[in-house]
Each structure stands twice: as structure tokens, then as C-alpha cells.
Nanobody, 123 residues
Framework: QVQLVESGGGLVQAGGSLRLSCAAS????????MGWFRQGPGKEREFVAA???????YYADSVRGRFTISRDNAKSTVTLQMNSLKPEDTALYYC?????????????????WGQGTQVTVSS
């Protein structure tokens, strides 16, 4: 069992930045691929970014160049640095863990989820 706790959401103006953090506990962190997903009002959950157990990173086209995902295996944490935020980035952001070191963009491939942290970007 893996427990995930997100933090760092909030309200920011368009063009601003936020940093989301996810603390994991329970199992060997490096065995898990980690991802960030988001779900806006009336929308389906969508892939944002992921990092493999080996540190390879992957991004949705909509955030590539603006968001950066990273992991600290010593601290069992994953972060999402979000820059140049847009109103369309407004969503509930979830941290997820997959019980394998390789990443996927489909949310159904992830086994553990945090409770979510709200990001609101005003225009």
C-alpha cells in the first residue's frame, strides 16, 4: 500500500507560478512511476506529467515547456513546478503512483492516488 499526500495548490494570476508537492509513504519509492493528473470542472481526468523510476520525464503537449516534474527518491517526493500558468490550467490536481517503474499517460494504469489539490488560475 502507498499513501500519497499532495500540497501546494492555490490561487494565482495568469502568468504566475505554483509548485505542487507529493509525499509518498509505504513502499520502495523507486519501484513506482509517479504521475500528475488533473480534472477540471465538467471534464475528464487528464494526464499532465509523469516521471519513471529511473527519472525519465514525460509531459502532455498542453504543458510541455511550462511545467517540470521531478522526483527525489531519498525523500520519496515528487514535485510539479508550474510556470506561465493559464486559466485553462485550473483544475484539481492529483498525484498518482504506478506499481511499476515505467510510465503511462492513462490514468487507469495508476494504482494509488492522493486526495487532490486545487489549482485556480485567474485571468
Amino acid at each position: 500500500q502507498v499513501q500519497l499526500v499532495e500540497s501546494g495548490g492555490g490561487l494565482v494570476q495568469a502568468g504566475g507560478s505554483l509548485r505542487l508537492s507529493c509525499a509518498a509513504s509505504g513502499r520502495t519509492f523507486t519501484n513506482y512511476a509517479m504521475g500528475w493528473f488533473r480534472q477540471g470542472p465538467g471534464k475528464e481526468r487528464e494526464f499532465v506529467a509523469a516521471v519513471s523510476g529511473g527519472g525519465n520525464t514525460y509531459y502532455a503537449d498542453s504543458v510541455r515547456g511550462r511545467f517540470t516534474i521531478s522526483r527525489d527518491n531519498a525523500k520519496s517526493t515528487v514535485t510539479l513546478q508550474m510556470n506561465s500558468l493559464k486559466p485553462e490550467d485550473t483544475a484539481l490536481y492529483y498525484c498518482a503512483a504506478r506499481s511499476a517503474p515505467t510510465v503511462y499517460s492513462r490514468y487507469t494504469e495508476y494504482d494509488y492516488w492522493g486526495q487532490g489539490t486545487q489549482v485556480t488560475v485567474s485571468s
